[in-house]
């Protein structure tokens, strides 16, 4: 699974505190995981802090938005 983050996206991962970066890696590695969306459908993960929103399109993850509310 290849995963793609929009600049926006990746742009908040060099903004955020190392504890919510490394939220954040750990949605993007658990939306790989996921088998059941697999359309180009927005789809959302949810942390305790954090969250993003993403599209499968076959083996490709594109995350579009990603956010924490510290």
């Known amino acids: 699974m290849r995963i793609e983050l929009i600049q926006r996206a990746a742009n908040v991962l060099f903004d955020v505190p190392d ?3 490394e939220e954040i890696i750990t949605l993007i590695d658990a939306v790989t995981k996921d088998k059941e969306t697999q359309a180009p459908n927005l789809a959302a993960a949810f942390g305790e802090w954090c969250w ?3 599209t499968v399109d076959g083996d ?3 995350v579009l938005d990603v956010g924490c509310a510290r």
């Open 19 to 21: 504890e919510t970066h």
């Open 52 to 54: 993003l929103v993403y």
């Open 60 to 62: 490709v993850i594109e």
